[in-house]
């Protein structure tokens, strides 16, 4: 995944171009994830949490750190 600027968004359009989808509810099918989850983290509501991390890394085999520095710190609920 090529990083570009660092925060919440552009990790999930990362991992949406990485799986060709271009809409959050198809990623979030892929993720097994609620459509609401990637909403609250888009908005601020919820920060992005370690499984959510490791889903990702999981289905994808991107490194955990290289999903990391596409968040600031105070991004991410680990």
């Known amino acids: ?16 171009d990485f799986f060709e989808v271009t809409a959050d509810h198809e990623l979030a099918t892929i993720l ?3 459509p ?22 999981l289905l994808t085999e991107v490194p955990v750190t290289e999903l990391l520095s596409y968040c600031r710190k105070d991004e991410i609920d680990i």
Not at 1 to 16: F, G, W, Y
Not at 36 to 57: D, E, M, V, Y
């Open 36 to 57: 609401s989850a990637i909403s609250k983290i888009r908005r601020g509501t919820n920060k992005i949490s370690a499984l959510f991390i490791l889903r990702i890394h």
């Open 1 to 16: 995944m090529p990083r570009s600027h660092i925060d919440k968004h552009k990790l999930i359009d990362a991992v949406k």
């Open 32 to 34: 097994r994830v609620q």
